[in-house]
T-cell receptor, first 109, second 118 residues
Framework: GQNIDQPTEMTATEGAIVQINCTYQTSGFNGLFWYQQHAGEAPTFLSYNVLDGLEEKGRFSSFLSRSKGYSYLLLKELQMKDSASYLCAVMDSNYQLIWGAGTKLIIKP | GAVVSQHPSRVICKSGTSVKIECRSLDFQATTMFWYRQFPKKSLMLMATSNEGSKATYEQGVEKDKFLINHASLTLSTLTVTSAHPEDSSFYIC??????????????FGPGTRLTVT
């Protein structure tokens, strides 16, 4: 079966750095996405990785290792507005997104 | 660019009635649209995939006669929840993929529709 695993909840301090991990087992691989979702809102796109390595975009970076079936989202200089759920999703061989359950990130002052 | 709208944003209906939700791609042509539902504190659940001009492909366990999907044009897909019941209350989100977007595989999400069936 297809499976995406990520922690249910994480807590971090404003101004700090947090890393949210995602491991996956899917039928084929056509890229991995990270989305941010605030409560009651639709997800918003953060990053897309299809090759191994680190993609940096401002305060957010995403890393991928296809051989390990592993990705992480790194958030730097945390702000209170970063409190949200972070969803990891993998595009399988049929170009469908397989979603993780999301990681709820709580930022404390 | 790549904006997707949904209408309505919130709807309350009585049990037994039908509700139509519209999903529009505003500045690109969506060759494929996806419909998701999301229960509180749960991840997105794909309901169906629709391609313009053809029948939608429903995920296992999703009743096609209850959740009618129409993708009549490259910018509009509709989801009709027929004979709605309280257990259909959920957050319904559409997304679209198409030519002209920054990444042809990236899904752009609508803002979602909160359906409450009383």
């Amino acid at each position: 079966g297809q499976n995406i695993d990520q922690p249910t909840e994480m807590t971090a301090t404003e101004g700090a750095i947090v890393q949210i991990n995602c491991t996956y087992q899917t039928s084929g691989f056509n890229g991995l996405f990270w989305y941010q979702q605030h409560a009651g809102e639709a997800p918003t796109f953060l990053s897309y990785n299809v090759l191994d390595g680190l993609e940096e975009k401002g305060r957010f970076s995403s890393f991928l290792s296809r051989s390990k079936g592993y990705s992480y989202l790194l958030l730097k200089e945390l702000q209170m507005k970063d409190s949200a759920s972070y969803l990891c999703a993998v595009m399988d061989s049929n170009y469908q997104l397989i979603w993780g359950a999301g990681t709820k990130l709580i930022i404390k002052p | 660019g790549a904006v997707v709208s949904q209408h309505p944003s919130r709807v309350i209906c009585k049990s037994g009635t039908s509700v139509k939700i519209e999903c529009r791609s505003l500045d690109f042509q969506a060759t494929t649209m996806f419909w998701y539902r999301q229960f509180p504190k749960k991840s997105l659940m794909l309901m169906a995939t629709s391609n313009e001009g053809s029948k939608a492909t429903y995920e296992q366990g999703v009743e096609k006669d209850k959740f009618l999907i129409n993708h009549a044009s490259l910018t509009l897909s509709t989801l009709t929840v027929t004979s709605a019941h309280p257990e259909d209350s959920s957050f319904y989100i559409c997304s679209a993929v198409g030519a002209g977007t920054a990444d042809a595989y990236e899904q752009y999400f609508g803002p979602g529709t909160r359906l409450t069936v009383t």
